[in-house]
């Protein structure tokens, strides 16, 4: 199939990177959208959605742990899923214990961040619900409340769930830490390098960590592991292993432990690129602080520029290499520019000039800002995604998506005031153009517009061998 961008005269020349969640339809090396994208533009940065990838991560690193654990919290949390009766006693059960009256929550595996809240929360609630399935078991013949109690005066597993609530947390931390969006992307590489540092030393020998890179370090690799009695299981689960010893059983679930922490690690290091010299290690230079220092400072840009030729040509790398280098020189010069945040900073610089009245950092400038464009995360677009369907319901489904955009817009524009729509305040201005029905006209002719401008055209593109392929712009 010929590629559609071309069939359609679309430039692709402005296209600098692509983000997307880590879907083989998306990100598939062979026919997902990012291979196609990259044969027409080998130079894109393609980076999957941070947050979806550590979600698959703790995941994937799920599954090497005991089968009954997932069973366990998926019965705790159903069991108070279909029934009110049940809430209202543990409720009571809550405030015989001094327990705060809090919910059980619900495990859900399209939310990132649900698994390590809910067994936190089970962790919270252990005393309150260890009582009330006591008490249900000898009454309840249906869900099992029985055999829900059994597990948890079961040896084992509470620490099991410590332990997991504590590697889940560090995970979760990084997760919400991308979910923002502000600016992040100077960020990635040292915030993502230092967890896996931390999660890699909890189980890899400590001069194995000094004397080789991250890149380099294979987490299944036997060799490089502590011996098993010295694996991290994190504080909370160390203290139950003192006060409830687990006996035999402690070698098992140190073995479980440590295959948890080996598949998480070798997941990370699998989606995540930990090479020094790579775009995402590069693109730390976007940090203000980083790029006026003069000491560990990458010495050369032209590798980075390199890596994206659709912003620089190759005649114009002198410069930019010169304007890299004058920069910490005149950290002196900015003054109070160095304070700002990157995107504030790279832009402003723009604006600075020389004795002979030209622009003394503007391709630099112009370089950086366009670097700024590359995305981290869906996450900002997912939110998006949810407040389409609070606008668009069943009985308003036939909005125009103008008026959707608008009203998403509306919502933005107030939430910047920082007060909530019904206690926001039209202007006099405003509130005249609706009387008057200004605004809806402007709305009709603008459609009106847009409808006559756009002209149906077929247009066939060229079948392949295996289907043919018809589309209608």
């Not at 062979?30 to 940065?45: E, M, T």
């Not at 464009?373 to 900002?380: D, E, G, T």
């Amino acid at each position: 199939m010929k590629n559609l961008f071309a069939e359609r005269n679309i430039p692709l020349t402005n296209i600098i990177g692509f983000a997307s969640d880590n879907c083989s339809t998306m990100m598939g090396v062979r026919n997902g959208f990012q291979a196609h994208l990259k044969r027409d533009i080998p130079s894109v940065f393609v980076l999957g959605c941070i947050c979806h990838s550590f979600a698959l991560c703790a995941n994937h690193a799920s599954n090497c742990l005991p089968s009954w654990l997932e069973n366990f919290v998926k019965n705790v949390c159903c069991y108070f899923a279909r029934s009110s009766k049940r809430k209202h006693a543990f409720r009571m059960i809550q405030n015989v214990v001094g327990a705060q009256e809090h919910r059980i929550l619900k495990l859900a595996q399209t939310r990132w961040l649900s698994r390590q809240q809910v067994i936190s929360r089970i962790l919270e609630q252990w005393d309150a619900l260890q009582l009330f399935f006591q008490s249900e078991a000898p009454a309840d013949k249906v869900d099992d409340a029985g055999g829900i109690y059994e597990m948890m005066v079961t040896p084992g597993v509470k620490h099991m769930l410590l332990f997991v609530n504590y590697v889940l947390s560090k995970v979760d931390k990084m997760n919400v830490e991308f979910q923002s969006e502000h600016f992040r992307l100077h960020k990635i590489f040292s915030n993502i390098s230092d967890e896996y540092r931390n999660l890699m030393s909890m189980f890899i020998r400590n001069d194995v960590m000094q004397s080789n890179d991250l890149s380099e370090i294979d987490p299944l690799n036997q060799e490089f592991h502590k011996k098993l009695g010295d694996v991290d299981v994190g504080g909370r689960c160390e203290n139950m292993l003192a006060k409830q010893s687990l006996g035999e059983k402690e070698s098992r679930f140190r073995k479980d432990a440590l295959s948890f922490l080996k598949e998480l690690c070798a997941q990370i290091r699998k989606r995540f690129p930990l090479q020094r010299n790579s775009v995402l290690a590069q693109l730390r230079i976007l940090d203000v602080e980083e790029a006026l220092k003069h000491e560990g400072r990458l010495k050369s840009i032209v590798g980075l520029a390199s890596q994206f030729s659709t912003l620089i040509s190759e005649e114009e790398l002198d410069a930019l290499q010169d304007e890299w280098n004058m920069l910490p020189n005149a950290k002196e010069s900015l003054g109070c520019m160095v304070d700002l945040m990157p995107q504030e900073f790279w832009f402003k610089l723009r604006s600075i000039k020389d004795g002979n009245n030209q622009l003394k950092f503007g391709r630099l400038s112009n370089f950086m800002c366009c670097l700024m464009a590359l995305p981290h995360s869906s996450a900002c677009v997912e939110r998006i995604f949810s407040q389409v369907n609070m606008v668009k319901t069943v009985h308003t489904n036939k909005l125009h998506a103008e008026t959707v955009a608008g009203r998403l817009l509306a919502k933005q524009a107030i939430a910047r005031e920082g007060v909530d729509c019904h206690a926001w305040t039209p202007s006099k201005s405003l509130v005249e153009e609706v009387a008057k029905g200004r605004c809806h006209q402007r709305y009709i002719e603008r459609h009106n517009n847009i409808k006559m401008r756009a002209t149906p055209t077929l247009v066939m593109l060229a079948p392949n061998e295996e289907e043919d392929v018809y589309d209608v712009i």
